[in-house]
Every structure is written in C-alpha cells, then in structure tokens.
C-alpha cells in the first residue's frame, strides 16, 4: 500500500478528521518538540497531531476545533513552558504574526538577551580562567559568577520541569551534571561545560534558521501582488484577489505571479527559480507561463489560468510544508530510539558511580578522575538533540532540494522510498515521449508529389478532431498549403474517413479502407514505427503519411541516468508492439510492455516488482492512477491528469524526464547522509562513554559529544541544499 492509500485509510478510520496547522512559536529543542508532539497525542480531542520542528509547524487533524488551541495550549505548558501554539492562515502569503521569528521584534530581542548572556559569562570565565586577570583569591566566586550569569535560566527550567515531572529533558542533564562538577571541585570544567554548551546552542539554532529560512526561501515565491489591467489602466491588487480570466502586467524583471499564458509580448523567461535550469527559454504570444519564473526581457501581458492557490508557486510551498509531516520510518525510529537512549545513559552514568571503583581498585569515586566525575560526562552527552534534529532536518533539505527544481515530494517517507527503488517503470505517452503526434515521414506513391499527397490528406481530415488528424492538418499549415474543404465526409470505425470532392472521393485510412475501395497499393510494407495514413484520390493511390508521437529530448539522457544509478529501466503502455518497442529502442529502455488495458499495467507491474525489487512508476493519464497507487513510489507529470497528480508521491511539475533520475539522485543523497548522521552521532557519543569508563574522557569531549555532534550533524543535513542534482 503506498504513502497516499495508507492517508486515504487513515482518514476514512478516522472519520474523516480535519486537518489546521499551526505554527509553533518558541520552541529551540527537538527533543522538546518531539515531547510536546506525544504528548498532545495522548490528548482524546486529537486524532493525529504532527510538530515538525524543522519548518516549526504542528498539524493537527480532529472533528472539532472549538476551544482546542487552549487545551493544546495548556498540555504544550506542561511539556515546555515559553512555547506557543498560534493558528495560522489557511491560505495567502504568511502572515506578519507567522513571521515572527524571522525576524520580528519578540525573536530578535529574545537572541540578543541570548547573544549578552553568552558575551557576559563567557568573557568572565575565560579573564579567569585562561588570561588570569582574576587573582586567585577571587578566582571560584568568579567561576561561580560566570556560571550563574550562563546556567541560571537552565537550572530554573529544570527545577520548574522537575516540578511537573518532566525530568530527563537537556536542562536538567546539564544542571546536574555541571552542579555535580561543583561538587567534585572541576570548578572550571563546570563552567566551560554550560559556557561552550550554551556556545553551541546559539550556533545551531543559527544553523537552523538559516537552512529553515533557505529551504522556506526557495519554496516560497508566492507574490504579494499582482498588475491587472483594466483597460489601459493597471491596478495593483493582492495576488489572492485574482480570478481565473485576468489580465496581468509582468514587466522585465518581475517574477511571474500565477500560472496563465501569453497574449501579448514575446519575451525570454528565466525558469531557474522552479526547474533549476540556468538556460532561459522564449515565450510568445499563446504559450503557456508558469508561476515563480522571471520575466527577464521585454513586457509580457498573460491571461490567468488559475488562481493563486492553485498555480505552480503554492504548489511547491505547500509540498515543502506539508512533506515535512510526513516522516520516514528512521526518523520515527529515532524518536522512539531517544525515549529509550536517555533514560539508558542516566541508568549507566548512575551504575559508573556507584560499581566503577568496586571493579576498579585504581579509580576513587570523587575528583577529576573518580567514577563520579565520569558519570557527570554521561549525563552531558544522554540528551538525544543531534540525533532528534539532524535526520528530520535531512528529509526537510531534501524536499526543498527537489523544490528548486519542481520536484515536489509528498512526504520524507516518499524520499526515503525512492531511495530504495530498484527499477524505474514509464508509460510512454506524456512520459518518455511528449503525446503530440507528428508527421515523421512522407512516403509518396510513383508520380506523386509530397506536397500534393500532404494537401489531399489534410484538406480531407481537417473536418476530424481525431489528434493524428489534427497533426496532418497542423503540418500543412506549416507549409502554407491550400486546403480544399470537402462537400461532405463520413468516418469508418477501425478504417479511416472518406471525403466526398463533388464526384471526387478522396479516402484516407488504414490498407484495410483501400482494399474496401478496390484500390492498388503496390509494394506496400508496413513501416517500423508510428502511424500510417494510407491516401487515395479519384481511384488513384497518392501514398501514405506516418504520423509518430515525438520523443521528449531529454528522455535518452534521462535513462542513460537512471541506468547509471543501478535501475532497470521498463516502460508499460497501452500502445502496439511494434510502435512501442520503436521508442524504447530510441531512448535506450530495458524492457517493454505493450497492449496493456490499466488493469494489465497494474499485473505487470507486481511482476516487474517480483523480478527486480521495489518500484517507481512514472505516469501522466487518468489511466495510470491505478498503477501509481500500487506502485512503492508512484510519480506523475504536472501536465497530466489530476487524477494522476492526486494519486502520485512525487509530482514533476516540469513533465521533464531528466526529473526523474534528479529525483532518485535526492533521494539517495538524503538517506545517506541521514544515515551519516546517525552513525556519527551514535559512534562519538559511545567512544566518549567508552573513554570516561576508562578515565580518559573530560566533560570537555562530553559537550563536544552532545552540541558540537549536533552542530555537525546540522550542517552535515542542508548539505543536500547545495549539492547539484
């Protein structure tokens, strides 16, 4: 069962709850988030509630809203106390209130007051202890000055968390392991400890809002406003106040604010803020614009398609947002691995105490080598934060790697799927190829000119809205042929159409329509692709027309990729044999399926999934929805169907192929270096433990083991941010 069938399931378990987010203000520990998140679980109003501390969101899904915000309010208090829960806007660009802390009055005041204690206490500690410019008689009320100027609002968190029984929490590990440093005379070490801790911290949660602020910047293109125009008039409006049908200004330089198309200007369009493609690209008058590219040459004037909260922008936003909830199985690992690991060392650093000299005659229990001093460095590094933060933050910078490149993962569990995928299934129209028909090749019986075989055809299909007729006709209009409408036309199922020319009648279709008509086709072999319009006028056989779906350019490089990452390519289409082992020879794919109904693609798929492993399936059509939700990772074409769209795990909202294999390149990235920083995290912590059973480790390594770890695995996770795909 996939990621959206396993939601669909959910939600109908749970009657269909409703879904708010909310931002959460406040909050500067993982571990506490994931805390305040269980606990708000166990609350019966709430069927599903998601904190993720990344984007410092909470979605919360319940049948009823009505006075929940205080409860939540209140059991959020008793977790962490300075967190607040706030309700945010549904729809429109954030809000001042929601940008807070990006910047606001509230977040800048409270990192200033953060930045002087640590100035203050640090600057104490070192004129003491490293310069010594304290003399000596005053050299402890000095360490002990600087230590209650950096550690005071620690040590009153945890004696209030204490109180409302949250006790193993990083603010009371710190308290007691630094007080307890007071207590074996490692006076200075006490005081490094909460100095470079608190050093530490500021430094990640620096990291952190620079990664959240980047990824958020990347997603967030929405505009403020947008020109309509009235008239000759422009009138600058909000962006969420334009209708489907508008015209908009987009003059040189600004970005394009919703999706529509071109009616008046011809212009270059950088595309770089949604694909990630550096090469601009023209557009003119009729072709389609999307929302987030930037208007880099001349004034364009663009019709609406679709309304802000529809258009590519809100799209990209709220996959980030939205995909940041859905967590992998190893970050739900970690989380319930955190619950388990800090009681597990606090258990430990209290057996070091008390059994380390019992076994060890040479070790005393107080000083700076005693068992005591070794369980204080157990308790610094027993808070889970590098491990709670680092793999979330990983996924997080994935999705909004994909972003950057129209690549919108619905979820981290998505990443960590596509990862995982050993064989990269295609249809083939709007897929590997671009589903427009086209004439490939003229093919002209003797004494017949190309020109005059294409302008009988196309005069004769113009009256059809089949798409291979559409094609013969658009062909001889990029000609600047003459066609001749016929008096009167009539279609034969499975055959072709007949066009009636006064007592003329001209028939274009299959061999089997000529035959009908007793109509000589010399020399006649099938060609090895495409569709055949076979042509006849006044008895006479003129030639015949192929008319082949055209290959996306980027599909045989796109392959060429996934193939080089270790992935069978195979593709599954409804279309004949012939034709659709044609295209997979030309884009160079593995194995081919062909004349298969939806449910067939479906049956192939579990073998194709028998044979090779987990699966990724790429589609665009209303057909395909089937297959995308049975598939591991099911990824649509944002040009196709919104069935598709709605079905898939993955959306390329460029309809690019080259997206596919980027795609798995950032799935792949994420997991490793999720997986670094867990291996990291884990093996620094234990050799630090390791060493201070054998006497050898300082409170020093301890903090370099809990926030320098943390740091590390920060700026290890947004790596991905710019590691080109």
């Known amino acids: ?30 571990n506490c988030g994931a805390k305040i998140e269980a606990a708000l679980n166990e609350m019966p109003e709430i069927d599903e509630a998601v904190l993720t501390f990344a984007t410092k969101k909470l979605k919360v899904a319940a049948r009823e809203f009505d006075g929940l915000l205080a409860k939540m309010q209140a059991v959020t208090d008793s977790v962490e106390e300075g967190v607040e829960l706030i309700e945010t806007a549904a ?106 801790y608190r050093l530490g911290e500021y430094f990640e949660e620096r990291a952190v809002e620079k990664s959240r602020r980047q990824i958020m910047a990347a997603a967030d293109l929405r505009p403020e406003t947008v020109n309509l125009l009235r008239g000759d008039e422009v009138q600058v409006i909000p962006a969420a106040a334009a209708k489907v049908g508008d015209l908009l200004l987009v003059r040189a ?46 004034m364009l004037k663009i019709k609406a398609e679709k309304v802000l909260q529809e258009s590519m922008v809100t799209k990209i936003l709220d996959s980030v947002e939205n995909a940041a909830a859905s967590k992998p199985a190893i970050d739900r690992f970690i989380t319930r691995f955190a619950k388990i690991y800090t009681p597990a060392v606090i258990g430990g650093a209290l057996l070091t105490a008390l059994l380390l ?12 080598e005693g068992s005591v001093y070794a369980a204080l460095t157990f308790l610094v590094i027993s808070c889970p934060c590098a491990l709670v933060l680092s793999v979330p933050l990983a996924f997080f910078s994935g999705i909004g790697a994909g972003s950057k490149y129209g690549i919108l993962f619905k979820g981290g569990a998505t990443l960590e799927a596509l990862k995982n995928v050993r064989a990269a299934v295609m249809d083939k129209t709007g897929t590997v190829t671009k589903g427009d028909f086209t004439v490939q090749k003229i093919l002209t019986a003797e004494g017949a000119a190309a020109e005059d075989l294409l302008s009988c055809c196309a005069g004769a299909e113009e009256a059809s809205s089949h798409p291979i007729a559409k094609s013969i006709v658009a062909a001889a209009k990029a000609k600047g042929l003459a066609l001749r409408r016929p008096d009167r036309f009539e279609e034969i199922a499975g055959e072709g159409l007949i066009a009636h020319y006064g007592e003329e009648t001209v028939l274009c ?41 055209t290959l996306k350019e980027d599909s045989k490089e796109a392959v060429a990729s996934l193939q080089e990452q270790g992935l069978v390519t195979a593709m599954l289409t409804g279309d004949r044999e012939r034709e659709a082992r044609a295209v997979a020879a030309e884009a160079g794919i593995d194995e081919v399926r062909a004349g298969l109904l939806p449910q067939d693609k479906l049956a192939e798929l579990k073998r194709l999934r028998e044979k090779f492993g987990p699966v990724l399936f790429v589609g665009d059509g209303i057909n395909d929805a089937p297959v995308l939700a049975g598939a591991d990772v099911g990824a649509a074409m944002g040009s196709g169907a919104d069935a598709a769209i709605e079905a898939a795990d993955v959306v390329f909202m460029t309809s690019e192929m080259k ?54 695995c920060v700026l290890n996770s947004i790596r991905i941010l710019y590691k080109k795909a």
């Not at 729809?91 to 910047?103: D, I, L, T, V, Y």
């Not at 212009?267 to 999307?290: A, F, K, N, Q, W």
């Not at 390149?665 to 201070?692: E, P, S, T, W, Y």
């Open 91 to 196: 729809a429109g660009p954030a809000s001042k209130k929601e940008n807070r802390e990006e910047g606001g009055l509230p977040a800048a005041w409270k990192e200033k007051e953060e930045l002087i204690e640590v100035a203050a206490g640090g600057l104490l500690f070192i004129a003491a202890e490293w310069l010594g410019l304290v003399p000596a008689a005053y050299h402890v009320p000095a360490l002990l000055a600087a230590y209650i100027i950096l550690g005071h609002g620690i040590v009153l968190t945890a004696v209030k968390n204490i109180c409302k029984g949250q006790i193993f929490d990083e603010n009371f590990l710190m308290t007691a392991a630094t007080v307890g440093a007071f207590f074996v005379q490692a006076y200075e070490e006490a005081v490094g400890v909460i100095f470079f």
């Open 357 to 368: 000299p019992v076994f060890n005659e040479k070790i005393a229990y107080w000083g700076n």
């Open 253 to 298: 330089g600004d970005r394009i604010p919703l999706d529509g198309r071109v009616i008046e200007g011809e212009s270059l369009i950088d595309t770089s803020p949604v694909t990630g493609e550096p090469v601009p690209v023209r557009r003119r008058c009729g072709d389609e614009v999307v929302s987030g590219c930037v208007n880099i040459g001349a």
């Open 509 to 549: 279709g299959n061999l089997k329509l000529l035959r009908r008509y007793n109509i000589t086709v010399p020399l006649y072999a099938q060609t090895g692709s495409g569709s055949e319009v076979l042509t006849a006028a006044g008895g006479r056989y003129l030639g015949r027309l192929i008319i082949g779906d």
């Open 659 to 712: 997206a596919i294999p980027r795609a798995v390149a950032i799935a792949k990235a994420v997991g490793a270096i999720a997986r670094q920083n867990v291996v990291f995290a884990l093996a620094v912590k234990i050799a630090i433990m390791a060493a201070g059973l054998c006497g050898h480790a300082s409170m020093w390594a301890a903090i370099f083991a809990d926030t320098g770890v943390a740091l590390l």
């Open 1 to 30: 069962m996939s990621e959206t069938e396993r939601e669909k399931y959910q939600n109908e378990k749970k009657g269909a709850a409703a879904a708010r987010i909310y931002l959460v203000e406040g909050l500067d520990c993982a």
